[in-house]
Nanobody
Framework: QVQFVESGGGLVQAGESLRISCAIF????????MGWFRQASGKKREAVAA???????SYADSVKDRFAISKDAGKKFLYLDMNSLKPEDSAVYYC??????????????????????WGEGTPVTISS
């Protein structure tokens, strides 16, 4: 059973940077498309960054050029580096994964599919 534990969320001021992490437990061999999602209060959950098993990435337009997704070579951590943060980036951030090689990072950002694994989320608040 794969489990994710997010950490690193908190309160920062607009314009600052923050890195959030997702520790991966129970990883089994196989390929995944992994991503970061966020859900602001009263809004739908949305994908903001995705990375496939080969390291290709994709981003939502709202975070492009400000956020960067990465993973460690040991496949134990997924990261999201967030720069030039804005109050509208405030949300609970979740890491997630879809098994297999069929889902591209671009489709994870814009498509509809079932996620196989979710983390519990870490809250990020940006003050103006």
């Amino acid at each position: 059973q794969v489990q994710f534990v997010e950490s690193g969320g908190g309160l920062v001021q607009a314009g600052e940077s923050l890195r959030i992490s997702c520790a991966i437990f129970g990883y089994t061999e196989g390929n995944y498309c992994m991503g970061w999602f966020r859900q602001a209060s009263g809004k739908k959950r949305e994908a903001v960054a995705a990375i496939d098993y080969e390291g290709s990435t994709s981003y939502a337009d709202s975070v492009k050029d400000r956020f960067a997704i990465s993973k460690d070579a040991g496949k134990k951590f997924l990261y999201l580096d967030m720069n030039s943060l804005k109050p509208e980036d405030s949300a609970v951030y979740y890491c997630a994964a879809v098994r297999g090689t069929w889902l591209s990072p671009q489709l994870m950002i814009s498509g509809q599919y079932d996620v196989d694994y979710w983390g519990e989320g870490t809250p990020v608040t940006i003050s103006s």
